[in-house]
């Protein structure tokens, strides 16, 4: 099959890549020429893991190919992703501009049949409004599908290859066979494709976002309480997370989520249900708990050190909002480590992958160090905000003598109490009660 997808950022790249290793011919499309000659070099502008190697197979056997020719890759085939950003408006909606630039472009290349696929998380109604914008331009022969992205930043090659669902909205019975053609690779062990008319694709993406990053702030706000109460947080996740009508994914606590989908999505489900009169007060409380919770391991600090932080230096493990990605979009990390240099810390960062995006929010305002101990000699504290599997297990020995003070404030609930209490630690976590200070 013969395939474009037009924009080449992280879920456009991810489709053309894993669509050309199944034996499509692609054409990823992209009008940054900057980006599309780096593309053409195998030198990737996200980190994603898995990814690389499926860009440098597929670009040297010929069945993936990168582009600045918009119209030339749309003409030459028959499915066209439109995979651009739709970054939120002031007024926290989705802005569309680019999307319908690409459906006019499409328009002006229509030479038969197409198969139109909004891959971009867009407001229901998108659609409509991309058949519209194309209709209006040619009297040539489409169809506008939605298939909604699910992918996860750090697995999201295996989320594509081995997805546990595919959405596809359509009313267009040839749209549905091609669709269904072009995903039959990852059905030959059961259906995992859903097709439903277009409006509930639309709606699906936003739901399923909104309804995980509801569980994360409701297991946040339970964390708070149970650091009043005296109540451990991980025992009462385990405890719920039993229930097979609740099961134990996004139950963890820590210092809030990120990213590029949860808050955008949130965000634009909230001005949607405005736009239409209804009022989704749940989601504003999901958005409200979140942006407090990033500052928790900073109060945690501040009632230990005091509200002055200056002449104290911290070490901090992790910048990326989540392991396995350099995604520094709404990072945690960001607003951390601003509200410590704002009451005068000094502050050293580490990341496995992400130190060049990090760089771009805080340029020289903090230290970079690449290896994880450097970042500790001498510190005041140590505070994980990212849970890589490299924190999970460290030295805690070689951590103590590196430390003023052997502080830890585990952002991510990585370290068991008792076991920190043992070593010798003073130990903040999420969700669980205050650490008895040492007597003086």
């Avoid at 998380?121 to 040539?140: E, F």
């Avoid at 601003?338 to 929010?361: S, W």
């Amino acid at each position: 099959m013969k395939v474009c997808v037009i924009g080449s950022g992280y879920v456009g790249l991810v489709a053309g890549a894993c669509f050309a290793d199944t034996g499509c011919t692609v054409r990823c499309a992209d009008i940054d020429e900057r980006k599309i000659a780096m593309l053409k070099q195998n030198d990737l502008p996200i980190y994603e893991p898995g990814l690389q190697d499926i860009v440098e197979r597929n670009q040297e056997d010929g069945r993936l190919t990168f582009t600045t020719d918009v119209g030339a890759a749309i003409r030459e085939s028959e499915i066209v992703f439109i995979a651009v950003g739709t970054p939120p408006d002031e007024d926290g909606s989705a802005d569309l501009s680019h999307v319908l630039a690409v459906a006019a472009t499409i328009a002006d290349n229509l030479n038969g049949y197409k198969v139109v696929v909004n891959k971009s998380t867009v407001p229901v109604g998108t659609a409509d409004l991309v058949a519209n914008t194309i209709a209006s331009r040619t009297t040539g022969d489409f169809a506008v599908v939605s298939n909604p992205e699910f992918l996860k930043e750090g697995a999201a090659v295996n989320d594509f290859l081995k997805p546990d669902r595919i959405i596809v909205g359509t009313d267009d019975d040839r749209a549905r066979k091609l669709m269904e053609r072009l995903y039959a690779p990852y059905q030959r062990t059961s259906n995992r494709i859903y097709f439903m008319d277009v409006r509930s694709a639309e709606m699906t993406k936003y739901a399923a976002n909104a309804m995980l990053a509801t569980r994360i702030s409701f297991m946040n706000q339970v964390a708070r309480l149970c650091e009043e109460v005296g109540a451990d947080v991980t025992m009462v996740r385990k405890g719920i997370g039993s229930d097979p009508r609740i099961g134990n994914k996004f139950l963890f606590p820590g210092v809030g989520f990120g990213g590029s989908c949860f808050p955008k999505d949130l965000r634009a489900l909230v001005s949607i249900g405005e736009e239409y009169g209804q009022e989704m007060s749940i989601l504003k409380a999901v958005v409200d708990v979140n942006r407090n919770q990033k500052m928790r391991l900073v109060e945690r600090v501040v009632e230990h050190f005091g509200e002055d932080l200056t002449g104290k230096t911290f070490a901090v493990w992790g910048l990326a909002f989540k392991p396995g990605t350099d995604d520094m979009r709404e990072a945690p990390s960001i607003t951390i480590i601003n509200a410590l240099l704002e009451r005068g810390a000094t502050v050293r960062g580490t990341d496995p992958v992400a130190m060049e995006t990090a760089h771009v929010h805080f340029e020289d305002r903090i230290t970079w160090v690449e290896d994880d101990y450097e970042t500790l000699e001498g510190a005041d504290a140590l505070l994980v905000v990212t849970e890589w599997p490299e924190f999970r297990n460290p030295d805690f020995q070689r951590v103590r003598e590196l430390l003023k003070a052997p502080i830890v404030f585990d952002g991510r609930n990585l370290y068991e109490p008792d076991t920190m209490k043992d070593l010798g630690f003073v130990h903040y976590s999420i969700g669980r009660p205050a650490p008895e200070l040492p007597t003086v």
